[in-house]
């Protein structure tokens, strides 16, 4: 029997201290928080704890030193449903999320930053997995190109379409935060043959030669949205490892988890069977 193909997730892990304030600090000024909390976070490991939860095979890999913080964030990913670890000597990372009144987050990474210890070297890829690769690594196009020799879909951060020496990928996936409002995703599609991307309240679009696929925003009650767009990319990516390739089912999940995310005070997305109509709907 053959063994299920996994979804790899490249990208840190961090400890995050999130400052809640009833006025949004402004330049000069002092501004104290009404909150403050402390809990595990960072963009690719709240991704992947949550798309481990929907039962398919979901891999990490991520750098994390050895301090007492580390051993905190190792934890975390132990006792999450990941299928797979790849955990490289290297830095914790710390985050700094300020939480305004609306709910709306500014994220602040502070400290030594390890990014370029994180790489796919190492990693057992497979033929037919999907490998996602968020951005910000320096080691983006080396461990994309190792992903291709091995056979992999792959997904990169939006913010990919900004590079033009940036060889293409199967999909670029991300949010109007990462590029410049002028820019027209569909100018891209010749190195990217499908784009996603996010626009908040105004839902999101699936970009791809034969036109556009688009998945409104469900309505919630706004509490935090720190992890919203990482909940989205978790159902999105359930989708396509269940076999909805044609990313309709994926913008629908991704919607309906992030619509909850955006209800809750946390970093890492609930787990996908407290979304509404999940247990029937991939």
Wanted: glycine letters at 12%; a negative charge; aromatic letters at 8%.
């Amino acid at each position: 029997m053959t063994a299920p193909s996994t979804t790899w997730i490249v990208g840190s892990i961090a400890w995050d201290t999130i400052l809640h304030f009833e006025k949004y600090p402004v330049n000069g000024k002092f501004a104290l928080p009404y909150k403050t909390l402390e809990r595990v976070g960072g963009s690719p490991a709240n991704t992947v704890k949550a798309l481990a939860t929907t039962g398919i095979s979901a891999g990490f890999v991520t750098g994390i030193g050895e301090d007492p913080l580390g051993k905190v964030l190792r934890q975390s990913l132990l006792d999450s449903q990941i299928s797979k670890l790849d955990i490289i000597k290297g830095v914790s990372q710390k985050c700094l999320v300020f939480l305004d009144e609306t709910g709306e987050r500014t994220i602040i990474p502070y400290g030594e930053r390890g990014w370029h210890l994180i790489n796919l070297n190492n990693t057992p890829l497979e033929p037919g997995d999907t490998v996602f690769l968020p951005g910000g690594s320096e080691n983006a196009l080396s461990d994309l190109k190792i992903a291709k020799e091995k056979g992999c879909k792959t997904i990169v951060g939006i913010q990919a379409l900004l590079n033009p020496n940036h060889p293409g990928a199967d999909i670029a996936l991300g949010s109007t935060s990462d590029l410049p409002e002028e820019i027209n995703p569909e100018d891209f599609l010749d190195r990217f043959p499908r784009i996603v991307y996010t626009r908040g309240v105004k839902g999101v679009d699936q970009y791809e030669r034969g036109g556009v696929i688009h998945q409104d925003a469900f309505p919630a009650k706004v509490i935090d949205t720190t992890g919203a767009g990482d909940a989205f990319t978790a159902g999105y990516l359930a989708g396509l490892a269940k076999g909805y390739a044609d990313g309709r089912k994926g913008l629908e999940a991704g919607a309906r988890w992030a619509a909850l995310m955006v209800s809750l005070e946390a970093s890492v997305p609930p787990n996908w069977s407290t979304v509404l109509g999940s247990h029937n709907f991939f």
